[in-house]
């Protein structure tokens, strides 16, 4: 069981479980509900024991000739008991997910169930046999993307906001990019693993150099977009200017030392915490404000 515990890893549940309920709350004015601690909980451990789990399983042929697996970077199975520890993976995410999903699109409307149908399907169609979305480039980033950028989307469809406003759209396309851009940076450090290993990827196809420069220039577009929102909302643009100078110090980065972008993705995984830190006094500035 610790093994299963450790495929959803527990340093990542925030990021999923943040969004939903910051975007849950903010467009409810602090409404505390049933919907809200369920939706909340759901985000914070089965959505992930979900996602990285179907991702150890089906990846650990990989995974066992990757250094950076069996940390903090991803659980690994020990190989004398893989198949058993495999198959309490799929179980226990399938177990756990399944009441969460039966309530939620049991008080939501029509949209919010579709919504977040797709993000759940996103989150298995990354990794799982045949759909493989993370083997496709772009597509790979684009869906990384939603696995975040999906709790906040469904908590604002469950909740009837509206999509279009001002205050709405900067941050749901500035988390888009922002998702795009960590995702392709973190996938770097894998370029000669990838390729050697036959996986595509964003980054075994523009290359490490290309895709370092890509991932900055997304994260400068994010601050641009978040300047948008209205006062004190557009104090977010300098966030995502952070991760642009962290990945900027690897713009030297080639193919044949991609490995040393993985400094990078380490200080990207305890950056989170300190700029979430700061979103969220901010978050508590703008309710305050508002």
Same mark, same amino acid.
């Given at each position: ?28 004015? &602090? ?201 004190? &909302? ?29 400094? &990078? ?26």
């Amino acid at each position: 069981m610790r093994q299963v515990l450790a495929a959803s890893r527990p340093f990542s549940w925030i990021n999923t479980a943040y969004p939903f309920a910051a975007g849950y709350l903010l467009a409810t004015e &602090g409404r505390v509900d049933l919907t809200f601690v369920i939706g909340t909980l759901f985000f914070l451990i089965p959505y992930n024991l979900l996602m990285y789990g179907v991702n150890d399983v089906f990846d650990y042929a990989s995974d066992l000739q990757n250094p950076r697996k069996g940390g903090i970077e991803g659980a690994l199975a020990d190989p004398a008991v893989a198949r058993v520890v495999h198959r309490r993976i799929l179980w226990a995410s399938a177990l756990s997910v399944l009441p969460f999903l039966v309530y939620l699109l049991a008080v939501g409307s029509l949209a919010a169930g579709l919504t977040l149908l797709l993000v759940v399907f996103l989150v298995v169609a990354y990794s799982a046999p045949v759909l493989r979305f993370k083997e496709r480039p772009v597509l790979d980033s684009a869906t990384s993307a939603m696995h975040f950028v999906g709790p906040l989307l469904y908590a604002l469809v469950l909740v009837g906001a509206d999509l279009g406003s001002r205050s709405v759209w900067p941050v749901l396309v500035a988390f888009v990019l922002w998702g795009m851009a960590s995702h392709a940076f973190g996938a770097v450090q894998d370029v000669r693993a990838d390729r050697e290993g036959g996986i595509g990827s964003v980054a075994t196809v523009l290359g490490a150099h290309a895709t370092v420069v890509l991932a900055t220039v997304a994260y400068v577009l994010a601050a641009a977009v978040l300047l948008v929102l209205p006062w004190p &909302g557009w104090l977010a643009a300098v966030l995502p200017l952070v991760y642009a100078a962290s990945t900027a110090r690897f713009w030297s980065v080639r193919d044949e030392d991609c490995e040393r972008a993985n400094a &990078g993705w380490r200080t990207f995984l305890w950056l989170n915490l300190v700029v979430g830190f700061l979103v969220t006094m901010l978050l508590i500035a703008i309710a305050l404000t508002t």
